[in-house]
């Protein structure tokens, strides 16, 4: 590995050797926290955050907003501001079942958060209280048919400008005076002249709240007659009593097993690798560039020790497998802490927090495999963070592929990203769609091509889906060709694929008298990304399918096969990553491995590692 230590000068900081004891930690020789703070001055955040949470008040989130850009973003969100609804809250006012159940609507079509600046937050703020404000005394379902129309009147008043309107009223009171009364044709359009008077009015409201601010779905409920009228007739015959709106209790029983389990070492073995004496936790943060390293107060000096040691082994390791040029490249720019046993959550043997900036690692099941994986999540975050100069207030991985900024961020490593979700995410693997009895028939042209792919494949179900597959395949080309969105045609495929399954079931089962509980369908995914898939039951991105998780194991994977080409074992880094139901395997394992070695080699070449 080559030394370019001169390139850290200017980017890395090495923190003094500050203890930071907790009381408990007093008579500890090696279990105390040491370092910066982590959190730094959270207290004073959640202050802050504490108080717009009770007062919805600007000045204070402009505060929050200086301290702590990701703090704010956390108190802006759909599900915070508009925390104090609830039907049962409404029912207790005298609100109808039918009103109470527009309104939950709509705040459900509201985006979950706005867009990730200083401006958009005040903005979808301001928003979502006038909102508040408006609907906050409609009891009847009469009485929010009219808000509607109130609410459409604002909403084009956001998004056409004065000039146009005015014109509209020129043409309109040109065709109204022309118009003869009483006809049809003279009240449409008095009624057309008294709308766009309403707009005008409104525009011309000096700092006028905009509530476009709260999202695509929102306005297109309020704008769109189809969508609004839709949401009303179906209230309308569903909803007839506060009965109709009660959530039902879930069965009680056995809690589900969970699909898989991590296999763990009873002990973790380290071979091979680098063996390091680290007699107090300042060695480990001095070794890495750590940021801190912090300690739970039920960890002894031995369990610590353990850790510790541990810790700088397994870094040293990863540092070196990966040739990054200095091993401060593990503390991410200076910007990472340890944690040892003192944030844990739930069953789990580890942890990233984004906000904090923290890999925690449980004081017992935490030894056993897992800081490889909480490292690349930390690196994935840090990634993000770095291409929008940590100026950033949402939290985001760059293997989302979303959102991520350009700042000091090379289109290599762009690039590396998106080739790696690629393959991690797409292949041609085998589906088993579940049967489901259907409601009603597919269309016609949709059970013509049923038929004549199970007479022309003999039966065959498999090749029979490969047929409807290859046929509606088709329908992206074109959109392709035409300019048309292809991804809502890949999703529309999907779901006629899936469809059409249980019709090829029940067209199977007439001609055969044989039932099946699921059909085999080809599909454009991974193999790797399909278990994740049957892991999730079918909801993709929930956890184990979503792109953070499915990289961050296919690293481990990496990882692990990077150590065995040296004859390293290292099980504190990562452990047995050879199980199918959890991580990529055979050709798709060579593939995402190759990306994962362009992608290192990138951000080694330029530094960043």
Known sequence: MQNQLSLFDENVRILENQEIRTHKQHNNNVAYDVGVKIGGA???QAALRKSFEENRDLNILSLLEEVSPVEASLVVTRKELFKD?????EKEKGTSPQAAKLKDLVIKRIQSNPSDSKESREEFVKAALNYQMLVENISTIDEFIEFIYEIRIKLTADCMSMFNVKGHLRVIKERLEKAPAPSALHRQYTKELKYYNAILDEGSIPDRVKLTALGPNFVKFFLSAKSANTSLRNIKRDIQSWDDLTIKSRKKGTKNQPLWERELPITPVITAGYAYKINKPTELMELFSFRGV???????????ADHINNCASAFMDLSNV???????????????????????RGKALGHYEPIAKVINLTKNRGLLGVAAHEWFHALDNWIFDMSHNYKNGQIGFMTDLEKYGSYNLSNAVVYEFKELMKIITEGNSIS??????????????????????YNECDGDLLQTMHYIHDALSEHIDMAAYYGEQVEKVKAKNDRTLRKLASFVAELHES??????????CPTNTSRYMQAALKLDKGNKGKYWSSNRELAARAFEAYLEDKLKEDSIVNDYLVYKTNNPIAFPEGDEREKINECFNNLFETLVKIHML
């Open 42 to 44: 959270r207290k004073d």
């Open 85 to 89: 609804f609830s039907l049962s809250i």
């Open 294 to 304: 912090e300690f739970g107060h039920y960890m002894d000096d031995h369990s610590g």
């Open 322 to 344: 990966l040739n990054m040029n200095h091993n401060f490249s593990i503390s991410l720019n200076g910007t990472l802490s340890m944690a040892f046993g003192s944030r844990g």
């Open 432 to 453: 088993e769609v579940p049967v489901m009895r259907m409601k009603r028939k597919p269309p016609i042209t949709e059970r013509v091509l049923a038929r004549r792919a």
């Open 511 to 520: 001609r055969t008298g044989k039932f099946v509980d699921t059909v085999p």
